[in-house]
């Protein structure tokens, strides 16, 4: 069955770097995009990064020139990149697949992506701290 784990999150200073990684099982690549997301306490979840099968790629402004959104060994393992961490971006970080191509994210508010990718990952929280 289709399954997502996330791993490598923590505590680190604003300013410094983190790499997630989100083992990929039981999911084959398609058209639909993979992505990783993130939810604040008291916020809604909200998208970061999302990458196809051909290589393209979407960023959240919040996150543009800061976060590299990749995949490993034949999409076993998708990573963010993420450096010059801000305090802001402290929160759960998700991955997700199963959900729409590329072409029709929208990095947008007061969209329910739970509702829209199919398969998430149980989270890894990420704090950063000043």
């Known amino acids: 069955r289709a399954q997502l784990m996330e791993s490598g999150g923590g505590s680190v200073q604003s300013g410094g770097s983190l790499r997630l990684s989100c083992r990929v099982s039981?999911?084959?690549?398609?058209?639909?995009?993979m992505g990783w997301f993130r939810q604040a306490p008291g916020q809604d979840r909200e998208g970061v990064a999302a990458?196809?099968?051909?290589?393209?790629?979407k960023y959240a402004d919040s996150v543009k020139g800061r976060f590299t959104i990749s995949q490993h060994s034949a999409w076993r393992t998708l990573y963010p990149q993420m450096d010059n961490l801000k305090r802001e971006d402290t929160a759960v970080y998700y991955c997700?697949?199963?959900?729409?191509?590329?072409?029709?994210?929208?990095?947008?508010?007061?969209?329910?992506?739970?509702?829209?990718?199919?398969?998430w990952g149980q989270g890894t929280q990420v704090t950063v701290s000043s």
């Open positions: 039981g999911i084959t690549p398609s058209k639909f995009a």
């Open positions: 997700a697949a199963d959900g729409v191509p590329l072409k029709d994210i929208r990095w947008k508010p007061n969209i329910r992506w739970e509702s829209i990718f199919g398969v």
């Open positions: 990458l196809d099968v051909d290589g393209g790629t």
